[in-house]
């Protein structure tokens, strides 16, 4: 309805009508743009900060991979090309490939976990009655607001060697049970955070402690939008829940766990402030990750910028890798058109 | 349905089905002690005495509870300052990072939501990517320009750092609002001979409003909680945000749990609240349509 005055000003061409009026003659009282040219002048602040702070740097980084950039170059001196050295010292060094073996490991485990518990608190979240739902739904929520660093240090304290807590609970479970689970009972002053196997243990709870809340609710969405007939169908003829789970909800939810592994996966790769805090800094080289490792090389003296964004090129290729399927799914099913 | 007329299955299953929601509503409260505890056992920490946190035993709450460590952070304060100093900064860093990301989401989520333009279907997968590279890969570029720009140690250059790490999401997100108010709103106006303008703020931007403000939240909250940035491109003790305060609290006196917990608390609540305002946009906004089945 409203159209037809669109029609009748555009001067016949109604099938483009709102969209900047396109084709038609430029309306009298424009604000002196031609309307060809509003949606880029409207893009141009935005464009300016997205290629020169994320596109730019993404360019130099690249750059300074194939560079040697020290002290005398932070301050202002050109920095020389040092062609493919920095890789081939990287591929050389012992610390490089443990802390890849640490990245993928963490990542494999943290991201396996998250998906399975989200999944399950999603479902439980979908059966719950409405009060208890709304109940869960407040606390999970607590775990994912709370910001990283305060996850990393709250997880600190509750693996405290001396006064934390979860050392006080596996003191309290019943002898026998503590040595059949863990072949020990006495777990009194237990450094949690010295050795990197255990400090990655801590850091894979903490992660899977803040993630799980956003797959969760993410699940129950997705549920929600699934009708009710089809579950009511499958349950009259007799269906149990694991057959109902793998073949209903499963299938029709697969684009959502694309999506949900890949940003989990993106996520768990590039760990840092969790890992930093709780390794204790950068001290414990053990338990390196990438990015931690990249950052160590760039930022403790003597700083070594250029093998730090070698490290960087590394980690972003396998991101960008992983990236494509994600934005694949996203093209597939969003209208980007 | 009920074609189950007789007395015996019936029982059955409500007996079953009363059964399985006891064990669904006990699942569901060990999950919420899980997700809840390790927060609330940072504020109980935060008001317990000294000896109740240095103790072997568990303590499941503050029996005399004290202000003692609350205090002490806002006098002696955290690494240097009182904690008011670094609360300061990061509400600066995070409402420049708003202001300023708010503006310009909302210009390029009205060109996309708006208008078909020709590159408007690659500034969108731009977007997609970019949401992807990870910042801490930037880092190491950032902080050389950051430098050579003079921003090193300033508050500024960590807002503009902000905004370029929050802007791809929050015009992915603000376009979908955009996108949800009837074109024929504009229309009318424009035939009633409003300016372009005018049109856009009379009109458009009411009712992009709430819109605008679960966008920000989420911007606010990523710059309030940002680290790595903050802990490279601020050298200057003064200059720290909550995040790098707290670390740097934690690695000087790393036995002082009250304090560190009471930092922490002051920190995560404000965010807390805000999430709870704007969770359900967020979802939305990151599973980005791949909901809709």
């Known amino acids: 309805m409203a159209n037809t005055s669109t029609i009748a000003r555009d001067g016949g061409s109604p099938s483009v009508p709102a969209r900047g009026h396109r084709g038609a003659t430029p309306p009298r ?3 002196g743009l031609p309307v060809r040219v509003v949606p880029y002048a409207l893009l141009v602040p935005g464009l300016i900060v997205i290629a020169g702070l994320l596109l730019y740097p993404l360019f130099q980084m690249v750059v300074m991979s194939f560079q040697n950039v020290g002290l005398r170059q932070i301050r202002g001196v050109p920095a020389e090309s040092v062609g493919l050295e920095n890789y081939q010292k990287l591929v050389e060094s012992e610390l490089f490939w443990t802390s890849l073996r640490n990245t993928v490991v963490f990542a494999v485990v943290t991201v396996a976990l998250t998906l399975l518990l989200g999944t399950l608190v ?13 109940f869960l739904i407040v606390g999970i929520m607590a775990a994912w607001a709370t910001p990283q660093i305060a996850t990393a240090i709250i997880w600190r304290w509750l693996f405290d060697a001396e006064s934390g807590v979860i050392n006080w609970a596996l003191n309290a479970l019943p002898d026998w049970f503590s040595s059949l689970l863990f072949g020990r009972s006495d777990w009194t002053g237990e450094p949690w955070l010295n050795d990197a196997f255990t400090i990655y243990i801590v850091l894979i709870i903490a992660v899977v402690w803040a993630s799980f809340p956003f797959i969760a609710v993410s699940v129950l969405a997705g549920l929600k939008s699934i009708s009710k007939e089809l579950y009511e169908a499958a349950r009259v003829d007799g269906a149990s829940a694991w057959r109902i789970f793998w073949k209903i909800t499963f299938p029709l939810l697969k684009p959502v766990f694309a999506v949900l592994t890949v940003l989990s996966v993106i996520w768990d790769f590039k760990v840092f402030t969790q890992l930093f805090v709780l390794a204790g800094g950068t001290s414990n080289r053990e338990a390196f990750n990438l990015s931690l490792f990249a950052f160590t090389q760039a930022f403790s003296a003597p700083p070594k910028m250029g093998m730090g964004a070698a490290i960087a090129v590394v980690l972003t290729l396998i991101l960008l890798f992983i990236t494509f399927f994600y934005v694949r799914q996203i093209v597939k099913t969003e209208d980007v058109r | 349905m009920t074609t189950y007329g007789r007395r015996g299955p019936r029982g059955d299953l409500q007996r079953r089905k009363r059964l399985g929601n006891i064990g669904l509503n006990t699942a569901a409260v060990l999950v919420f002690l899980f997700a809840v505890f390790p927060v609330y056992w940072m504020v109980s920490t935060a008001f317990k005495s000294s000896e109740q946190i240095f103790t072997t035993d568990f303590i499941p709450f503050p029996t005399d509870p004290t202000l003692e460590h609350v205090r002490r952070v806002f006098t002696e304060g955290v690494a240097g300052h009182s904690i008011w100093r670094y609360l300061l900064n990061s509400s600066i860093v995070a409402l420049g990072t708003v202001l300023i990301g708010a503006v310009f989401s909302l210009l390029a989520a009205t060109a996309v939501a708006r208008f078909r333009f020709r590159g408007r279907t690659s500034f969108l997968i731009l977007l997609l990517i970019v949401q992807m590279v990870p910042g801490e890969a930037l880092l190491i570029p950032l902080f050389m320009m950051v430098r050579r720009a003079g921003l090193y140690d300033q508050l500024l250059g960590l807002i503009v750092v902000n905004v370029a790490m ?19 709103l504009e229309e009318a106006a424009w035939i009633d001979g409003a300016s372009r303008f005018a049109t856009f703020w009379r009109v458009l931007f009411p009712l992009v409003a709430p819109g605008l403000v679960a966008t920000s939240i989420f911007s606010f909250i990523t710059a309030w909680n940002e680290f790595v940035f903050a802990l490279t491109l601020i050298g200057d003790q003064g200059s ?31 965010v807390i609240v805000f999430f709870l305002l704007v969770q359900r946009r967020m979802v939305s906004g990151l599973v980005a349509g791949a909901v809709k089945g």
Do not use: C, N
């Open chain 2, 240 to 270: 720290y945000t909550m995040p790098v305060a707290l670390r740097y609290f934690v690695s000087q006196r790393s036995v002082d749990w009250g304090g560190i917990m009471a930092a922490s608390t002051l920190m995560t609540i404000p």
């Open chain 2, 166 to 184: 929050t802007l791809p999401f929050a015009i992915w997100m603000l376009r979908t609002f955009v996108a949800a108010v009837p074109k024929e």
């Open chain 1, 29 to 31: 009282r424009s604000s």
């Open chain 1, 122 to 134: 999603g479902l439980l979240l979908h059966k719950l009655g409405k009060k208890m739902s709304t």
